[in-house]
C-alpha cells in the first residue's frame, strides 16, 4: 500500500513538473481621441482602472495606445474586451464599445515565429533544390 502511494505521488510531482505554466499577456488597446471625447472619459481614468496590471500609455501624435501586461492569465482580446470601464458615478461601458482596436501582442508574437521559421524553411528547401541542380 505504500509502494503504491509513493509512486501515485511520484507520479503526480512529475507531471506538475512538466505542466505548462502561463505567461504573462501583453495587450495592446488603441483608441480613438474622438470615440474618448464622445464618452466624456480620458485615457488616464481609463488606465486608472486596470491599476493592478503594469500599464503604459501613449498619447503622442498617432493613435491613444494603452498597453497592459496581465501575469499568468488565460485572457484574450474578447474576454478584455469585455471589462466595464467607469465613465461617471452612474454609468459603466464595455472596453470593446470605447476602444478602436485590442491586440494580444503575445500571440500576436507567436504567430509571426511561426511564420518566419515556415518562410525559412521554405528557403532552406528551394537553397537546397537550387544547389543540387547546379
Same mark, same amino acid.
Given at each position: ?25 501583453? *495587450? !495592446?488597446?488603441? #483608441?480613438?481621441? $474622438?470615440?474618448? =471625447?464622445?464618452?466624456? @472619459?480620458? +485615457?488616464?481614468? /481609463? ?31 474578447? *474576454? !478584455?474586451?469585455? #471589462?466595464?470601464? $467607469?465613465?461617471? =458615478?452612474?454609468?459603466? @461601458?464595455? +472596453?470593446?464599445? /470605447? ?36
Amino acid at each position: 500500500m505504500g509502494r503504491i502511494l509513493a509512486i501515485i505521488l511520484f507520479s503526480l510531482i512529475n507531471f506538475q513538473v512538466f505542466a505548462e505554466n502561463p505567461t504573462a499577456k501583453t *495587450f !495592446l488597446i488603441l #483608441f480613438k481621441s $474622438q470615440e474618448l =471625447k464622445q464618452n466624456n @472619459i480620458n +485615457l488616464k481614468s /481609463i488606465e486608472a482602472q486596470f491599476s493592478y496590471y503594469d500599464t503604459k500609455i501613449y498619447e503622442g501624435n498617432s493613435e491613444l495606445a494603452l498597453l497592459i501586461e496581465i501575469p499568468a492569465c488565460d485572457f484574450d482580446e474578447c *474576454f !478584455l474586451g469585455d #471589462f466595464l470601464i $467607469q465613465i461617471n =458615478k452612474e454609468e459603466s @461601458i464595455q +472596453l470593446q464599445q /470605447i476602444a478602436f482596436r485590442l491586440f494580444d501582442l503575445t500571440e500576436n508574437k507567436a504567430l509571426l515565429n511561426s511564420y518566419l521559421s515556415l518562410h525559412e524553411a521554405e528557403n532552406h528547401k528551394k537553397e537546397k533544390k537550387e544547389s543540387t541542380a547546379l
